[in-house]
Nanobody, 119 residues
């Protein structure tokens, strides 16, 4: 069974850094777009960043210049610098994956990892 597992969340002071990781595991035949979303308390889930299999990236305006997405094979990383209290949220990994034996890609979500930025 294909799954995405995030790690690296935690508590950090404003101005600090964290690095999130998300590994896709299971019978994977292909990985297309991978990315990160976040959901703050009382707010809707929002896009943070995406990265294609070719390395093209897209960032939310609020994180440009502070966050950097990268990937290696079936793992996606999010380096978060200059963190602000408003970055506090549960961060979810997202990916378009194709399972072995299936013809089409499907969209998958991780369970999320909490990032708390204290002022």
């Amino acid at each position: 069974q294909v799954q995405l597992v995030e790690s690296g969340g935690g508590l950090v002071l404003a101005g600090g850094s964290l690095r999130l990781s998300c590994a896709a595991s299971g019978r994977i035949a292909g990985v297309n777009v991978m990315g990160w979303y976040r959901q703050a308390p009382g707010k809707q889930r929002e896009l943070v960043t995406t990265i294609t299999s070719g390395g093209n990236t897209n960032y939310a305006t609020s994180v440009k210049g502070r966050f950097t997405v990268s990937r290696a094979v079936n793992t996606v990383y999010l380096q978060m610098n200059s963190l602000r209290p408003e970055d506090t949220a549960v961060y979810y990994c997202n990916a378009d994956l194709r399972e072995l034996g299936r013809p089409d890609y499907a969209n998958y979500w991780g369970k999320g990892t909490l990032v708390t930025v204290s002022s």
